[in-house]
């Protein structure tokens, strides 16, 4: 029977070693058939670890940040070879896309704070590949309102593709906490504080959160609010790493990323290396862990109200995560999850696939729910207006109101991209608007055409890079900062 066992186990192995193997060939010969990596690719700049970042304050922060980011301009912008000396690329110094040339330079840390006294304060957390940039316009209402605003860039992040190569999310969490104790210091520690975070800026902004209900040195939040938040991970993020196994060899050190792009996103990497999804994944598995174990602890009772954005399409994250792994386990404290459906007035029925169209009537529990959730669409009777169908926590009736606006004709959903940005940005925005301009309107290009033209698929594109419903999403956000007599 032992021998058996033993048999079968090394049949297993050796099944398991051949698929291993498979795979490694084919990514080796993947990597070596894309493109070729350039400086923004190779040249890591150096940044702080976690224990150097709990060891520092805000001043301290943003010197080290401007050392990364003259590493870059010394050993990326001013050696940029002849060949890569072109307009669209954010790294040559003449592009209109550098992002230095502008008024701002949105990929570092920023700060924000009111006229007056500070009557709260917020910390901002921006998502993988991402910068501060996508925080701004969140962080400008709170300003409004009189909170300081604390937006940081995550290591790795906002210099050039290659800082993802190297940094561990650790360092990220660390970035967190010096956001929070900034703002705090800032703002005293008898006021609101809310933590604010987008894609994997919402799962560090849990973990924070869940951190703080065990750790009496970490201000707890009052209030989280999470745009698209990472909160569920794919078996292929799992298992990402091993798809860098090929480049310990120089000659397939390409197999250390997914992507390899066209840099002409001025507050935003396209390429895409492995360890970036690596170390996100690490922060859900954190996530999920530390909700286990605050729910078995009972401390979860204890975490703040969470208001979610989430459209119920998206190819990022996973919207029923977001609503089985997250709101499924809140405890009844007055949380929300808002939902953004498609567009079922868009000229694309007869081409979306069935099970995208109707993704929402399988997406949520029955009511009643511990959670309240709206869900903004399509009215049913009236087509001069959207709507925002709400049923309360513990509720099954259905409160509507109208929105007063509609769903752009041509856009059939919004994407995991489009939440932070009104449609009136200047970058990603779809419509004119007095917001600043960056020499580019990436919401406003048009992709009709031949194909094979141009840098990028047209999918990239076409994708909705900026929300219609920004106006309601920010109302909703006003209605749980608290204002002043």
């Given amino acids: 029977m032992l021998a058996r066992v033993r048999k079968v186990l090394r049949r297993i192995g050796i099944a398991i070693g051949i698929v291993i193997a498979t795979i490694l060939v084919v990514r080796s010969i993947d990597a070596w058939r894309s493109p070729p990596l350039k400086l923004w690719h190779t040249q ?76 709260g304060a917020v910390v ?77 800026g919402g799962a560090l902004a849990l973990k924070y959160a869940l951190d703080s209900l065990s750790d009496p040195k970490l201000p707890r939040p009052d209030r989280l609010v999470l745009l698209s938040p990472m909160v569920g991970i794919t078996s292929f993020a799992r298992f990402a790493g091993v798809l860098g196994w090929p480049a310990a060899f120089p000659s397939f050190a390409k197999a250390a990323w997914l992507d390899v792009l066209p840099e002409y996103n001025p507050f935003k990497y396209n390429s895409f290396p492995v360890n970036a999804a690596r170390q996100s994944s690490q922060v859900v598995r954190a996530v999920q862990e530390e909700f286990a174990n605050a729910a078995e602890s009972g401390v979860l009772a204890k975490l703040p109200p969470v208001l979610t954005f989430q459209s119920v399409l998206d190819a990022t994250v996973s919207t029923s995560a977001v609503v089985d792994a997250l709101y499924r386990n809140l405890p009844a404290n007055g949380s929300e999850l808002v939902l953004f459906d498609v567009n079922h007035r868009a000229g694309v ?87 600043d301009s960056f020499g580019v309107r990436l919401g406003m290009v048009a992709v009709r055409g031949e194909r094979g033209a141009l840098i990028v698929g047209a999918d990239t594109l076409m994708r909705a890079s900026s929300n219609p419903f920004f106006d309601y999403m920010l109302e909703r956000i006003d209605a749980d900062i608290p204002k002043a007599e």
């Fill in 44 to 119: 890591v700049p150096h940044e702080l670890d976690a224990g150097e970042i709990d060891a520092t304050d805000w001043e301290a922060w943003v010197v080290a940040e401007n050392s990364a980011f003259a590493e870059v301009q010394s050993k990326v912008i001013d050696a940029l070879p002849a060949d890569d000396q072109i307009a669209i690329n954010r790294y040559f110094s003449a592009s209109p896309i550098n992002p230095v040339r502008f008024a701002q330079n949105w990929n570092h840390s920023f700060v924000l704070t009111p006229i007056d006294t500070p009557r």
């Fill in 349 to 435: 029925g007869p081409i979306i696939r069935p099970e995208q169209a109707n993704v929402l009537a399988s997406l949520l529990p029955p009511a009643p729910r511990q959670f309240a959730v709206t869900v903004v669409g399509n009215a049913v009777e009236d087509a001069s207006t959207d709507e925002a169908r709400t049923v309360a926590a513990g509720a099954t009736e259905t409160q509507v109101n109208a929105l007063g606006r509609l769903y752009p004709k041509d856009l059939y959903s919004l994407s995991h991209v489009a939440l932070p940005f009104p449609l009136q940005d200047g970058l990603y925005g779809s419509e004119p608007g007095a917001n």
């Fill in 124 to 200: 901002l957390l921006h998502g993988l590949t991402d910068s501060p940039y996508s925080m701004r316009h969140i962080a400008l209402r709170y300003v409004e309102h009189g909170y300081v605003a604390v937006a940081v860039r995550m290591p790795g992040h906002g210099t050039v593709p290659a800082g993802l190569t190297t940094t561990r999310w650790e360092a990220w969490l660390a970035a967190t906490r010096l956001a929070v104790r900034t703002a705090r210091a800032m703002a005293g520690d008898k006021v609101p504080l809310h933590v604010v975070g987008y894609s994997n």
